[in-house]
């Protein structure tokens, strides 16, 4: 991630929980690279090995194999920890709707060990991952921090219940925290497999297959695809932050931008075409709208900006050129 430099007078300790996964597996590179010591907490339930292999030899790199729901574990993960980046959670909208129960386990009693873990080791901040699914019905666009709406499923309500302990956690006991609303996160270690795999590799692992997509509606849904280059860049600079109106708040992270589903499949195709031009010949198979999904999704990233100094450098055809790139290299049969 180019333009973000850690300017720390030692090295710190960050605590990566979900370090295996997708977004925390990047942050743990980027960590590693700019002379920081991480730790990994993951239970490998949703996290891969593979993407933490490279950093195993690394000795400023540790693994803890372990389980959020379990406050030992987090207590552990927590000791002489300078930061936390907590990545850990289960995902999609369609996973809680199914099983509420797990999804609240994790999201809510393991956010909430994270968080006492976090303040008993007197962490300097923690950072968490928030979600625009806490929108909910807000009708509204773009969407701002302070205007909400009811959540529409299980999982809007376990990310909301997140911004609320970390708020009380602030004012009652003196730890920062900093919510990050991610809008719909693509790039390079995301899982293409899967009940609940998110739609870009998802539709990336179908197209090179010259498997037809499936689009749920019409296709005019649209949302706010950020790349992941940019969410990195947006810990980094919570975590770092020395201003303190900058603290103790939630901030959207996206490129604030919205592309409609119909469109994204043109620009997959599109960028996967030159490595394969009979991609282009993919028919696209529309079925109904899911449960739970909000028509349409598009971030105000005024306040990251104001406040953090957030500069997103990946709009989504940039963030795909790359992303595809990195797909067509790593997920081909």
């Known amino acids: ?23 925390g597996s990047n942050l743990c590179e980027w960590l590693l690279s700019n002379g920081n010591r991480v730790r990994c907490l993951d239970n490998f339930a949703t996290g891969k090995k593979e993407n933490i292999e490279p950093f195993l030899s690394n000795n400023n790199f540790s693994l803890i194999e372990g389980d959020i729901r379990n406050l030992e574990d987090c207590q552990n993960a927590c000791k002489d920890a300078d930061y936390v980046l907590h990545q850990a959670a289960l995902g999609s909208v369609p996973r809680s709707i199914n099983d509420p129960i797990t999804s609240n386990e994790v999201n809510v009693s393991g956010f909430l060990n994270m968080l006492t873990a976090a303040r008993d080791a007197k962490v300097k901040r923690f950072v968490y991952a928030a979600s625009s699914s806490t929108y909910g019905d807000s009708k509204g666009l773009p969407k ?3 205007i909400i709406g009811k959540p529409l499923s299980p999982y809007a309500i376990t990310k909301y219940v997140n911004e609320l302990y970390a708020d009380i956690f602030s004012k009652t006991y003196g730890i920062e925290t900093i919510g990050l609303r991610y809008f719909n996160v693509f790039g390079r270690r995301q899982d293409p497999n899967g009940a609940y795999a998110a739609v870009i590799p998802k539709f990336v692992m179908q197209l090179m297959n010259h498997e037809s997509p499936t689009i749920n509606g019409d296709g005019s849904y649209s949302r706010d695809f950020t790349y992941i280059d940019n969410v990195v860049q947006m810990n980094i600079l919570a975590m770092i932050s020395n201003k303190k109106e900058a603290v103790n708040t939630v901030y959207n992270v996206a490129f604030g931008e919205r592309t409609n589903l119909n469109d994204l499949v043109g620009l997959l195709k599109e960028n996967l075409s030159v490595f394969d031009s009979e991609i282009t010949k993919v028919n696209v198979i529309h079925g109904t709208n ?29 963030g795909l050129k790359e992303a595809v790139k990195w797909y067509w290299g790593n997920l081909r049969n």
Request: aromatic share 10%; net charge negative; glycine share 10%.
């Open 1 to 23: 991630m180019n333009g973000t430099t850690l300017d720390f007078d030692s090295k710190y300790l960050v605590l990566v929980t979900g370090g295996a996964g997708f977004i």
């Open 290 to 318: 899911r449960q739970g999904d909000v028509p349409h999704s598009l971030a105000s990233v005024e306040k990251a900006k104001n406040l953090l100094g957030y500069n997103p450098k990946y709009s989504i055809e940039e």
């Open 144 to 146: 701002v921090e302070d």
